[in-house]
């Protein structure tokens, strides 16, 4: 069955850096696009970032641009969500989400098409 484990959560610092990895199993990972979400407490899903199948473009929100990358490792089923100069705001709770497709059909951002997600990694911006 479809597995998304997400780790690399933790404490930081404004300003600082934290890396997400989610390490996928069960079906075949290079074929499919792949997004991270999160969920502050209290609000609801915030889409962060997607990326292609093959990697071949980037998708980002508006909140996240410039500070975050999204990258994937299709030998070791592994997608990463790089962050950096973190903000208060970027406390949340982080999901590695599965696309039903190779390449978003839409929007990156539109939720009918995902059909799996991780347990997420807790990821607090404090100082």
């Known amino acids: 069955q479809v597995q998304l484990v997400e780790s690399g959560g933790g404490l930081a610092q404004p300003g600082g850096s934290l890396r997400l990895s989610c390490a996928a199993s069960g079906f075949t990972f290079s074929t499919y696009a792949m997004s991270w979400a999160r969920q502050a407490p209290g609000k609801g899903i915030e889409w962060v970032s997607g990326i292609y199948s093959d990697g071949s473009e980037t998708f980002y929100a508006d909140s996240v641009k410039g500070r975050f990358t999204i990258s994937r490792d299709n030998a070791k089923n592994t997608l990463y969500l790089q962050m950096s100069s973190l903000k208060l705001e970027d406390t949340a709770l982080y999901y590695c989400?599965?696309?039903?497709?190779?390449?978003?059909?839409?929007?990156?951002?539109?939720?009918?098409?995902?059909?799996?997600w991780g347990q997420g990694t807790q990821v607090t911006v404090s100082s």
């Open positions: 989400v599965k696309y039903s497709l190779p390449f978003y059909r839409d929007n990156w951002y539109s939720s009918e098409e995902y059909d799996h």
